[in-house]
């Protein structure tokens, strides 16, 4: 299968609106006794397991089971045993998925054969985080390879241009600046973000129109461009719930929980992008942390080091980024890299 055969939001791994490869959060345990309400499957990515942990604050009398999307096909075999599964839920909430994950078909086969699915958007947001691609190979979704970066599989476009063009650290340090991210589109995100965001979550009949205006009044309510704040978890996982008919707890999920996906890899949103938006930026970079140990931390300086460390022990090719491709065959781009 051809890269432009591939499903979207496989292929999207390869610009900007990617799933997310965090590692799903564990089941820690069964459901306590006293949960005896109507019961909950939720379907999807870490950001699923993310709304599953809400509903379970948010409506405290019901089980609410998580099935974690990648692990579908070794959980469940074929759809038709998904489908199975899911018929012993009162309410079933899930991600889109493509086909390939499971044998049998993709979400829309899912949805088919339990009709009181309800779909809800994974949320890609780009705008906070403008220079954040993946890098990698791809001839059909299962060998979907990517490149490991010094935030897991999370690279910056400019390093990977900068290091093919054979600059070193502090030149690519250098380019770090709101010229050069005016010059690259990268204060020019927010109505392409929202666009795509607004007709993806359109695509799935849950529109998102009012929430995003919500959100951006919080200000960056991304950690990266496929993590979003608890916050937006939350309204996610209580929109659901009010519209299934079961009244959510009056209570903020960040409140009880804390922000799951903080623990994760924290990209920062830079001070030319966060001027634009008038937030205050940085440029220390957040790694997901081992065990319990504390997360490392990079500088700007440091995590470009860490990159082109990791970049000179790869091959080129599987490096590969379309974006990347594309500054490389524009002159005036490449001049604006070899210029500094």
Known sequence: MALNDLPRRARSAFTLSAPSWATAWRTRGREPSDRTGPSIAVLGNCQARGVAQ?????????????????TLKRDHGQLDGLARALKAHAHVFSQTFPAGLIPGGDSA??????PRLRLFP?????????????????????ALKLAPSPLGQYHSAIALCAHRLGLDVPRTAGLYRADVFARL????????????????????????????????????????MNHPKAHVIGDIARRLLRESGIEPEPVEVEDYLGDELAHDVVWPVY????????????YLFKTKPRGDGFPRLYDLPGFLAASFSLYDATPAADRHCP?????????????LFRGG
């Open 54 to 70: 809400a509903m379970r604050l948010l409506a405290p009398k019901s089980p609410v089971r998580y099935l974690p999307m990648g």
């Open 109 to 114: 086969a899912l949805q088919a054969r339990e």
């Open 122 to 142: 994974a949320i890609v947001f780009s705008a906070f985080h403008p220079d954040v691609v993946y890098a990698g190979q791809a001839s059909d979704l299962a």
């Open 185 to 224: 589109g990268y204060l020019d995100h927010w109505d392409p973000a929202t666009r795509e965001l607004v007709a993806s979550a359109a695509g799935t009949g849950f529109g998102l129109e009012r929430e995003l205006t919500r959100w951006a009044r919080r200000g960056a309510f991304m950690h990266v």
């Open 271 to 282: 001070p030319a992008v966060a001027e634009h938006f008038g937030l205050t930026g940085s």
């Open 323 to 335: 974006r990347v491709e594309t500054w490389l065959g524009a002159p005036e781009l490449v001049a």
